[in-house]
């Protein structure tokens, strides 16, 4: 791989699609944007080149294809040596099911089991096959690459990811946990030994990913052991408007007391629940702690709940680890929220973390380092890199250099 390589990285949503192209070897972002609103009345398109921002209104209806076509013709058609380091794309892809434990590259076959692992994730593998078909047309004499959100949780051990159902809903259907922001985790977990000067294999790290979406992984010596969403987004910790672990009497309960739909459960559980929710106010935290600060009740409780969920998950999550050598923050809440972090730290007072105020307040912003007072359990804040993975992961397939 020469210092020029460059990847295109592609991560569609049902109605957006990003791109970025990035650096494999330094994780540096050459160019990224965004096609918003696709299929609508007005989508729209916006990229970022050099610290430039443009941007172009979409033809009413337009595709995720349309994005690609925009980018190659006009985008990239301007920025020709950018486009010749280009050596692959690698694609974001939400659900591998059991058949990837890695990334890689893409066939038809794989095209196929993407589409085969589609009714695990119906919101998110279908926008991603539109988004490789796309890139598949109009690049075709470059190599794709699935990077899949499961894989990083393929080393889950069977106690971990079985729930307690009849045995044949996980023969028969794969009904399983399968967990979900692998390449933050493994990102994260991997730059906290780096930060702690340990080897990865004897290192163990519970690495919080905290976003609108947010998740915590047990990783012992490199491989995630447990971790908090399940066989959907859903499972686990409180986020921004879904509501993590939940009884799920509440759901009998709603269908049979309440006459809710499976549409309507749907709705509830994604959109309307978590910090939102139970606010009644907002699913953003930097919203929600201006708040808590003014004595807004549901605020404050929403932040409680949250970072009580949180520190219950990395008490859990000391158990299969035995020796934690770093809690890891990371995420937009994870970076730069000091507040969730204290309260959260605060919790953990039981298993003797002990927060330093002043560099936690001091680590935030893109900022990486340690929180915790020196001579106790160590805490740090690590901004994620998902790209970064997506990108490394790629060029090592087309090299032949995976790990
Ligand atoms: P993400 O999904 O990783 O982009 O994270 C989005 C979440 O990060 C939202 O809840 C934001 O309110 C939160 N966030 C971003 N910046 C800050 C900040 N400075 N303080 C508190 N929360 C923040």
């Known amino acids: ?47 970022v080149h050099d610290g430039v921002e443009q941007d172009c209104r979409l033809d009413a209806g337009a595709s995720h294809h349309s994005v690609i076509e925009i980018l190659v013709e006009q985008i990239l058609g301007e920025l020709p040596v950018l486009s010749e ?31 085969q692992c589609a009714s695990l994730a119906p919101l998110h593998n279908p926008p991603a096959l539109k988004g ?53 985790h493994q990102f994260v977990s991997e730059r906290a030994a780096l930060l702690l000067g340990r080897p990865l294999a004897e290192t163990n790290t519970i690495t919080a990913h905290l976003g609108n979406g947010a998740s915590i992984t047990a990783v012992q ?18 986020m921004g408007t879904r509501c993590g672990d939940l009884d799920p009497g509440v759901l009998i309960h709603l269908a049979e007391s309440l006459n809710h739909s499976t ?7 994604n959109r309307e629940s978590g910090l939102l929710g139970i606010s009644e106010l907002s ?37 299969p680890l035995r020796h934690v050598h770093a809690l890891v923050f990371t995420g937009g809440i994870g970076e730069n929220s000091s507040w969730i972090r204290e309260r959260t730290m605060h919790w953990l007072g039981a298993l003797s973390y002990e927060l330093d105020r002043e560099q936690n307040e001091a680590t935030r912003f893109g900022a990486e380092g340690p929180i915790s007072r020196s001579g ?8 994620t890199n998902e790209e970064w993975i997506i990108a490394r992961d790629a060029a090592a397939i087309v090299t032949g250099g995976l790990r």
């Open 376 to 383: 106790t359990p160590v805490a740090l804040v690590v901004p």
């Open 132 to 184: 490789i078909r796309a890139a598949m047309d109009e690049f075709p004499q470059l190599p794709q690459v699935a990077v899949f959100d499961t894989a990083f949780h393929q080393s889950l051990p069977e106690h971990a990811y079985l729930y307690a159902l009849p045995y044949s809903l996980y023969r028969d259907q794969r009904i399983r946990r399968y967990g979900m922001h692998g390449t933050s």
């Open 283 to 319: 699913n953003d935290c930097r919203e929600l702690e201006q708040a808590a600060a003014q004595g807004h009740h549901g605020a404050k409780l929403a932040l409680e709940i949250f970072c009580y969920r949180l520190a219950k998950y990395i008490a859990a999550y000391t158990l």
């Open 85 to 115: 380091e280009l050596i692959a794309v690698g694609h974001r892809v939400v659900h591998g099911g059991e058949y990837f434990s890695s990334s890689v590259l893409i066939d038809q076959q794989v095209i196929n089991t993407i589409d």
């Open 221 to 238: 010596g490199g491989a995630s052991v447990d971790t908090s969403m399940g066989m959907t987004p859903l499972e686990g910790l409180v």
């Open 1 to 47: 791989m020469s210092h020029s390589s460059q990847v295109l990285i592609i991560n569609t949503g049902s109605s957006s699609l990003k791109f970025a192209i990035v650096d494999p070897l330094s994780g540096k972002e050459q160019l990224s944007g965004i096609g918003e609103a696709l299929g609508s009345a007005s989508p729209r398109m916006e990229w």
């Open 263 to 269: 549409d309507k459960l749907k709705n509830l559980l």
